[in-house]
């Protein structure tokens, strides 16, 4: 039996199946719930094994979730405004959400909050920080080279932008922070942080 499953990769029911085989037996369960509770097993198994690899794509420095965010210390922070940013809408019509103000504030734990609430929705996020992607552009061998280092930030169903600043920390950084913000304007989502003010 085990071979069987490992073939069919049916990974989460090889692990449970004589759990469940003697469960059915003692409580004398029907074939069709026995089929359907061993189902049911594997694919929450295999969703929860996907969130983990899109979190980790997503690259976040941390953990941090909305609920953890804690707006009493932030009253100039709207929460039902912010909530908007986990709605649906907020993804399928490319909208944008920039994060101002001085070091401190949780402009980062609030944009990394939102990320994997709509990542564990099916949403394809990734985060970065400015200068690194920059970095690791102006790296990169040739225009394919380029192309494939920005393909996941253009391309993505959201983008947390960590640390944006203007003017860019060195030369060649602002056309390529230009190209990823205009590629993606009202196409896909995107969630930017300064320290800068407007003005700056």
Known sequence: MHQILTQLKLARIREINQDWLDRAAAEQMPYPDFLRGLLEEELLSREENQVRRRLKDAAFPFEKTFDEFDFRLRPELNCQVVLRYLADRFITQGRSHVLIGPAGLGKTDLAIAIGPALLKRGYLVRFTTAHPLS?????????????????????????????????????????????????????EATIVTSNKSLTE
Do not use: H, N, S
Request: aromatic share 10%; proline share 9%; no cysteine.
């Open 135 to 187: 970095t690791r552009v102006l790296r990169a061998g040739g225009l394919d080279g380029r192309a494939k280092v920005l393909r996941p930030y253009i391309q993505g169903d959201l983008l947390v932008l960590d640390e944006f600043e203007y003017p860019p920390a060195g030369p060649g950084i602002g056309p390529i922070l230009y190209e990823v913000i205009a590629a993606r304007y009202e196409k």
